[in-house]
């Protein structure tokens, strides 16, 4: 495959910015296609951590291109202090994505306060209030933000609108003339990496070169496909990459789905397979299972195969990469949950209305564990045959073949299984 997707298979934090990071080697283009720095992507090279929340994945290897697409919300000021800690790197943003403004920010924040036992777990943000406002054709483009000429009068006449929302929930309005200093900084340094991404991309896919498309969160917080209303204001599915980068659908050549070897969700909803008390802390002390962008502790679950075979129909899934299977190691029996009991009836997919979804009991199947220590393990063949069996354990379940495994953080504890990756040459 030529031009793949990265897709997270359950509620996000499945790894997909190390699996993007290790594929990305080999790949001219990296595309991140939706959200904005409420997400956080952790890549280990040669020991050393880097939280990435809007850059694209392949922006720590000077050769790449990166592209930050139309369907992303970008918070400027992020985006220049993600960008000063990065020394040599390539990158072209595009003139159409959404700016996050201070307003964002803050009415994410007093909204969320406001729905009580309602609040879906935000991260401040100001994700959901820059889409609500690109939905609602009031948004700033990032061609606006960057004009010298457009932008002022453009901030001015949003602040002034939004002042009325902030005072509305007792927050103290904005002061126009100090946004406009400081957010005018962030467009003078930004504005030679915007460009129409749509036609470079466009030109890219007919030099034949190889594209990597990866997204933020997964696809159970897809607003469309997710467990909604616990969800992203976006769709990071593999069907939405069309969209939110000016391609054609038929230029994707497939998509490889990221799970954990088990499920995490961080924040509000239905989490069926989920795992309390001593084990569940243990799987997130030895998976640091905290998140990136919040640190807040995730909630811990078995491997979920109705979520995976749920993102395999309504995003599509060639091959699978698994992550942590480390994090397993010591375990005496492990836990995969294969379908539901809903009220007395057995089912295999999720529910719409999220009340059933909660009332949704797991059925599991148990299959034996593995002690041996495999960090080290650099083939299939090398693991125990317990850790084999439950590799192949979840390809016989979700009917996806697995291309990828990983065990541990740094990028050469990722095996390969099969080559997906084309040359980008004529066979």
């Given amino acids: 495959m030529k031009r793949l997707v990265i897709v997270g298979t359950q509620w996000g934090?499945?790894?997909?910015?190390?699996?993007?990071?290790?594929?990305?080697?080999?790949m001219d283009v990296v595309v991140r296609f939706q959200g904005g720095n409420n997400a956080g992507?952790?890549?280990?090279?040669?020991?050393?951590?880097?939280?990435?929340?809007?850059?694209?994945?392949?922006?720590l290897n000077p050769k790449i291109m990166n592209i930050m697409a139309n369907g992303m919300v970008i918070n400027p000021k992020a985006l220049v202090d993600e960008l000063s800690k990065i020394q040599e790197y390539q990158l072209i943003v595009s003139d159409r994505a959404h700016v996050v403004l201070p307003f964002h920010i803050e009415l994410d924040k007093a909204k969320e306060s406001s729905k009580g036992n309602l609040k879906i777990g935000t991260t401040h943000k100001g994700i959901g209030p820059t889409y609500t406002d690109k939905a609602s054709r009031i948004g700033m483009r990032m061609s606006t933000f960057v004009s010298e000429k457009l932008m002022p009068e453009r901030l001015k006449s949003l602040i002034e609108l939004k002042n009325i929302e902030l005072v509305n929930h007792q927050?103290?309005?904005?002061?126009?003339?100090?946004?406009?200093?400081?957010?005018?900084?962030?467009?003078?340094?930004i504005r030679p990496l915007v460009k129409d991404t749509s036609v470079y991309l466009n030109q890219v896919i007919e030099d034949d070169k190889l594209v990597l498309f990866e997204g933020a969160q997964g696809v159970?917080?897809?607003?469309?496909?997710g467990t909604y209303p616990y969800v992203t204001s976006s769709s990071p599915t593999a069907a939405s990459v069309p969209l939110n980068t000016g391609i054609a659908p038929w230029l994707i050549d497939g998509a490889i789905g990221v799970t954990k070897a088990y499920t995490t969700r961080v924040g509000e909803g239905p989490l069926p397979s989920e795992i309390h008390g001593e084990l569940a802390d243990q799987i997130r002390i030895k998976g640091n299972e905290f998140g990136t962008t919040t640190g807040r502790p995730r909630?811990?679950?078995?491997?979920?195969?109705?979520?995976?075979?749920?993102?395999?129909?309504?995003?599509?899934?060639?091959?699978l990469a698994i992550t942590l299977l480390d994090v397993l190691t010591g375990l005496d029996t492990?836990?995969?949950?294969?379908?539901?009991?809903?009220?007395?009836?057995?089912?295999?997919?999720?529910?719409a209305e999220i009340s059933d979804f909660d009332s949704c009991q797991p059925i599991t199947i148990e299959t034996p564990g593995w002690k041996e220590d495999i960090t080290q393990v650099r083939s299939f063949e090398g693991l125990p045959i317990n850790a084999k069996k439950y590799l192949k354990l979840i390809e016989s379940l979700v009917d996806v073949p697995i291309a990828i495994f990983s065990v541990g953080p740094d990028r050469n504890q990722t095996i390969v299984i099969k080559n997906i990756i084309g040359d980008g040459k004529d066979d």
């Fill in 220 to 225: 159970l917080l897809c607003l469309d496909h």
């Fill in 334 to 351: 492990i836990k995969i949950v294969t379908n539901y009991n809903f009220n007395g009836t057995i089912i295999d997919s999720i529910p």
């Fill in 299 to 319: 909630r811990i679950g078995w491997l979920d195969t109705v979520v995976l075979k749920h993102s395999k129909r309504v995003s599509g899934l060639s091959y």
């Fill in 41 to 59: 992507h952790t890549v280990v090279f040669n020991h050393k951590k880097h939280s990435l929340h809007l850059l694209p994945s392949g922006i």
């Fill in 13 to 26: 934090d499945e790894g997909k910015g190390k699996i993007t990071d290790f594929l990305a080697q080999n």
């Fill in 171 to 189: 927050i103290k309005p904005l002061s126009y003339e100090e946004v406009l200093k400081e957010y005018r900084e962030y467009a003078n340094q």
